[in-house]
């Protein structure tokens, strides 16, 4: 309707008379702008198959992604210190409990603050990104974590930003350079140094577990650049849509397989409000941000921030103390972080 109403004023309101001269330069103009134009069906409105989501279309500055980037950093620094927050405040042998009080409450809260639901295919985008990121995350992480000791966990899990390279080639269409795979294997390197200890033992069904739930998250990570978000969706909603969707599918198996304790202490209660509130709703939203803004390679390595939290938490919390090898994995950690936040040019769609 704003196109017919535009060419309806144009034909009705005259306009002022103008010099010959600047109508014959106008003219000509428009002549030579309509041979040289491209094709209709090459609007450069379009957006870019690989990345057809994106909502800015020109790349940030260097200062707005870095930006971007410490925002989308809290996340992955929050969760760092999910565990001595479980150990230290939550009642014990309750993972699937602590998960589904993680997501889904966190998530109702967002859908009353926003008061917005998803339509037509969101639904289940929704649900599959609720999933991959909390229903199916959240348990494989805790079985992990208390099969394998945390230097194996981290470990494992530190090789995200390799998955997602992987997985961009074949959603994104995007291929990793040389400096992201050097970044990823350095990474995976200095998360090995900062966290693994010589008598560390290993649990075949927890690597699988851990392996399992990386993946997952590295193609949670893919498909949120691939699909973006709806028009007129707060990143709040979207985050709400998922929490909640991966709670609905957690919390029935939590209380079946572990019920609730007894009682919850002020401890408890302080340990899950700060893991939902905090660790969970605040610490996605900021992730998916950094998802929509930022190169999904790029994002990817601050995940690494985890690992090097979940260490100093140790260290300050819990009286640890580094080694010599410890300090050398941080440096290759924050090297690596850095490696992988290099912008390059844009990538370009192929058909």
């Keep these: 309707m704003s196109d017919t109403r535009i060419k309806s004023t144009s034909i009705t309101t005259p306009r002022p008379m103008r010099p010959k001269q600047a109508s014959t330069v106008e003219h000509s103009m428009e002549q030579s702008a309509e041979k040289n134009s491209p094709a209709p069906t090459a609007q450069p409105s379009a957006r870019p198959a690989a990345d057809p989501t994106a909502r800015p279309t020109a790349r940030p500055s260097a200062k707005a992604a870095a930006g971007f980037a410490a925002l989308a950093a809290i996340g992955p620094a929050t969760w760092g210190t999910t565990y001595v ?22 998530g109702l809260i967002l859908l ?12 289940w985008k929704a649900a599959v990104l609720g999933i ?64 693994l200890r010589g008598s560390a033992t290993v ?3 927890g690597i699988v577990a851990m392996l399992t739930a990386t993946t997952l998250m590295a193609l949670a990570v893919v498909l949120s650049k691939r699909w973006g978000r709806p028009e007129g969706t707060s990143l709040l909603a979207l985050t709400g849509w998922q929490l909640t969707a991966g709670g609905l599918v957690l919390a029935p198996i939590a209380l079946t397989a572990e019920g609730l304790p007894g009682h919850f202490t002020g401890a408890n209660i302080a ?29 990817s390595f601050l995940g690494l921030a985890n690992p090097v939290v979940a260490t100093l938490a140790g260290l300050v919390i ?8 410890q300090v050398a994995g941080l440096v290759l950690v924050l090297g690596s972080v850095a490696l992988g936040q290099s912008r390059s040019k844009a990538p370009r769609a192929r058909a």
């Design 132 to 195: 991959l990121n909390f229903g199916a995350f959240f348990p494989l992480l805790f079985f992990g974590a208390y099969h394998l000791p945390g230097g194996v966990a981290s470990t494992i899990s530190a090789v995200m930003p390799l998955l997602v390279a992987g997985f961009g080639i074949g959603v994104l269409k995007v291929r990793p350079t040389r400096r992201t795979l050097l970044a990823g294997l350095v990474g995976v390197a200095g998360v090995a140094l900062l966290v």
């Design 318 to 325: 819990l009286g640890q103390t580094l080694t010599v090898w």
């Design 112 to 123: 009353a603050l926003t008061r917005r639901l998803p339509s037509g295919d969101w639904w």
């Design 271 to 299: 340990g899950y409000t700060y893991l939902g509130i905090i660790g969970t709703a605040l610490a996605y939203a900021l992730w998916f941000r950094g998802i929509e803004r930022l190169p999904a390679s790029s994002v």
């Design 85 to 106: 927050t479980t150990t230290e405040l939550l009642p014990p042998d309750r993972p699937l409990l602590a998960a589904a009080l993680r997501a889904l409450p966190a």
């Design 203 to 205: 649990n075949l069904a």
